[in-house]
């Protein structure tokens, strides 16, 4: 009787597919005894195929491992891959404390917990990884840290090399950046601008970064000095990279420069909307800034999300570069996350986490939330149609007049600064 009841049981568990997964972890049988193990005629997937979070080597989320800038750009064959990480170890243009050459290496290794077989984003009710899109741990680009004009360079090539061919089930892969400090963004977004012209930011980060270079103030200054962490965005819109108007910050609370607003004029002009940090905790809360940010961003045009992991409260983040207090906490900047579902988003990364500063992973596990709720956003907006690239193209195209006809990179060179020029003569 007692058996029969057992025998219910596991053909009641067996046959649920809610349940499936468990088919090939005998809860109910003894294995001690491994010669019994030959009963089952296990395959070696069986036997190997699985792994605990904490062993084996490190990708993102024990995702397959490519190194993606390997992958011949010319192939006509589509890449292995929709959806990608990749790091960016670069930690030369801060102002501050450095450290973030190690975010990659810190983020991936917070990633451990994740993975498809325990990737369901409940919050989204989707596994992201087990989807329409294929992932892939596209590796580091290798990026030099003695001379920034050339590290400027390799990170335009890459970017330029990474979208050259078709991804597996979409026009155009999508790619998942772990910085690196905040200067990645601008050879993120000169990639991403030849693919589908200019492109709305929304940027989460306790600080501006839309000073102009001249904003640190010193006698001394060279060309490739005005390339910084703080002055990437005043950049990406002197290039014509982002929208004239639309871009957002979420997350404010820098102290500005000087005696005025002149620093707030000066991002005006650059394209952005500020919400600050005390605004979630002002009457509307948390759900008001959300409101706010999907009442500004278009919902037909192509979206890229930076997150400065600084936007975060030192309490949330400590192990970064330049800590501001009186931040948002990691439940918050999830909850924001999750609700910008159905936004365009063609890009997004994951900045400024400084392992070095780190205490007990707080940071780095941080950052590897983060970039998983990023890459829930990326399923969420479907496969990247040519349609969608090719109408942003025509409306870039209509407000830029006679410079439609160049590329980005036609378009810097035109330039009258001529260090943009030599910098972008890849
Ligand atoms: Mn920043």
């Known amino acids: 009787m007692k058996l029969a009841l057992l025998q219910l049981l596991l053909t009641v568990a067996v046959s649920s597919s809610a349940h499936s997964i468990n088919e090939k972890y005998h809860a109910y049988k003894d294995q001690s005894d491994i010669s019994s193990l030959q009963a089952d005629s296990p395959s070696l997937d069986d036997l190997w195929g699985s792994f605990w979070a904490y062993q084996g080597i490190q990708s993102f989320a024990h995702l ?27 930690d030369t243009a801060v102002s501050y404390r450095p450290g973030t050459r190690f975010g990659p290496q810190g983020i991936r290794s917070a990633s451990m917990r994740q993975d498809k077989w325990r990737g369901f984003n409940y919050r989204a009710g989707i596994n992201p990884f087990d989807n329409w899109a294929e992932f892939m741990d596209c590796g580091d680009i290798p990026i030099t840290p003695m001379d920034n004009t050339l590290a400027l360079k390799q990170m335009q090539l890459a970017y330029k090399q990474l979208f050259k ?66 002055s990437m965005l005043w950049l990406a819109h002197q290039h014509g990279l982002i929208s004239q108007e639309n871009n957002m910050h979420v997350g404010l609370r820098t102290r500005i420069s000087g005696n005025g607003w002149d620093d707030f004029n000066e991002d005006n002009e650059v394209g952005f909307k500020r919400i ?122 209509a407000n830029v007049g006679e410079d439609l006809r160049l590329t980005a990179l036609d378009r810097i060179i035109k330039s009258e600064r001529d260090y943009q020029l030599d910098m972008m003569s890849i």
């Open 165 to 230: 061919r078709k991804a597996k089930n979409s026009e155009v892969p999508r790619y998942l950046s772990l910085g690196g400090d905040h200067s990645i963004l601008l050879p993120v977004l000169q990639g991403l601008y030849e693919t589908y012209g200019e492109i709305t930011v929304l940027h989460f980060d306790s600080h501006l970064d839309t000073w102009a270079p001249d904003k640190y103030p010193s006698f001394w200054s060279s060309n490739t000095s005005e390339f910084t962490h703080g």
């Open 64 to 90: 397959p491992y490519q190194q993606c800038l390997q992958l011949d750009p010319s192939s006509s064959e589509p890449l292995p891959y929709d959806i990608a990480v990749i790091g960016v170890p670069f």
């Open 276 to 397: 600050f940090a005390d605004e979630l905790i002002d009457s509307e809360g948390l759900k008001g800034v959300v409101q706010k940010v999907l009442d500004i961003l278009p919902k037909d045009k192509p979206i890229y999300i930076s997150v400065d992991i600084d936007v975060l409260d030192p309490s949330a983040a400590p192990g970064t570069g330049t800590m501001e207090v009186g931040g948002m906490t990691s439940r918050e900047l999830i909850y924001i996350l999750r609700k910008l579902k159905g936004l365009n988003i063609v890009g997004a990364d994951v900045v400024e986490v400084s392992p070095p500063f780190d205490i007990a992973d707080i940071t780095v596990t941080a950052g590897a939330q983060i970039a998983y709720e990023l890459m829930t956003l990326m399923v969420e907006a479907g496969p990247v149609t040519k349609q969608f690239i090719e109408s942003n193209k025509k409306v870039d195209t």
